[in-house]
């Protein structure tokens, strides 16, 4: 088993910045794609952001193109998302999702096999 463990999450002002973190621990071993996903209240959960194993390949949702930045650090199993330019919008939890498979297609319309437990964001106007 794979364990998520995301940080960062806060109170921000609209405009402001926050760096979101996700570790990940256990079976890390062949970890492919990891990402970002969001839930705001009594919305569904959406994607946010995605980033292939050597990193190489990322995709956003349109709403956070040029403002958010996804990446990740193998040799410590961390995946960070910062997240600049924040709108009132954006305010959700925040979720790491991490799989197998190796090319971030894979999961468009599959769940990701791991999850972590999420982190609030939460962007005053």
């Known amino acids: 088993q794979v364990q998520l463990v995301e940080s960062g999450g806060g109170l921000v002002q609209a405009g402001g910045s926050l760096r979101l973190s996700c570790t990940a621990s256990g079976r890390t071993f062949g970890i492919g794609v990891m990402a970002w996903l969001r839930q705001a209240p009594g919305k569904e959960r959406e994607f946010v952001a995605a980033i292939s194993p050597s990193g190489a390949s990322t995709y956003y949702v349109e709403s956070t193109k040029g403002r958010f930045t996804i990446s990740r650090d193998n040799a410590n199993n961390t995946v960070n998302l910062q997240m600049n330019s924040l709108k009132p919008e954006d305010t959700a939890v925040y979720y790491c999702?991490?799989?197998?498979?190796?090319?971030?297609?894979?999961?468009?319309?599959?769940?990701?096999?791991?999850w972590g437990r999420g982190t609030q964001v939460t962007v005053s106007s």
């Open positions: 999702a991490a799989g197998r498979a190796s090319t971030i297609p894979t999961y468009h319309g599959r769940p990701y096999e791991y």
